[in-house]
């Protein structure tokens, strides 16, 4: 049998095939390199890898259409686990150039987020984080969690400081917490992570994740009132 796709690759899946401009396509190389890539500016040389196929080619096509690079693309086989396959995407053009436009490196030193949490690229760059280091709770099994992981306390909180101050219908009120040596931007509340959802542009996996969240939310009410009325039934009799 199949393994089941994960609701988390499902909605990486349909941010992989939508449409974005240049400037979301800025926002997302800088979220997804800021997780997942590796890079030496002495060789000059950019890595990044993932094992969705629908996901780097978004990342490919997008370093070619915002810098007029030529990325190397590869793939190998894991041997182990799940035994899948790992595409790797390689720059060895402009790196210094990319990397300080995406706020990442400059001058040997890390960049502090700013530009890309901006209106422009904000989205973007949600989009790339989340396709970087985003995970989210399938609804139907009852748990309601959407996470998004940072590599450095300072990114995480500025894009937590972003994500809060959104209000009246856009509120979305997630936390922080440390995990190992990652830090971890996380939402639960159930009726706020389509808010997030719908905010990347995952318009059916958002509809979907609402269907689900809500025929369980009636199905437990539709239990509780009947052990309610059970137990009322008893202590009558």
Do not use: W
């Amino acid at each position: 049998m199949a393994k089941e796709e994960t609701y988390s690759k499902r909605v990486k899946s349909e941010l992989a095939l939508l449409s974005y401009s240049l400037e979301e396509e800025k926002g997302i190389l800088s979220g997804f390199i800021r997780y997942v890539g590796s890079y030496s500016l002495f060789s000059s040389s950019l890595k990044m890898s993932s094992s969705n196929a629908s996901v780097m080619k978004l990342i490919f096509n997008a370093l070619k259409d915002v810098y007029k690079v030529k990325p190397r693309f590869t793939y190998q086989k894991q041997l182990r686990l799940e035994k899948n396959t790992i595409y790797v995407i390689t720059v060895e053009e402009k790196v210094k150039e990319i990397l300080e436009d995406l706020e990442i490196v400059s001058n040997l030193e890390r960049v502090k987020l700013s530009k890309m949490l901006k209106k422009d690229y904000v989205r973007g760059f949600m989009v790339g984080t989340f396709l970087a280091s985003g995970q989210l709770s399938n609804p139907s099994r009852g748990s309601y969690f959407l996470e998004l992981c940072f590599n450095h306390e300072d990114d995480a909180n500025r894009v937590l400081k972003k994500l809060t101050s959104y209000k009246d219908e856009k509120e979305m009120n997630f936390k922080l917490t440390k995990r190992r040596e990652k830090y971890v931007v996380y939402l639960k509340k159930s009726d706020q992570i389509p808010v997030f959802l719908s905010m990347m542009g995952a318009i059916s996996m958002m509809l979907d994740y609402e269907n689900e969240r809500l025929t369980r939310d009636f199905f437990n009410n539709e239990n509780r009132l009947m052990i309610c009325s059970q137990a009322n039934y008893g202590r009558t009799l």
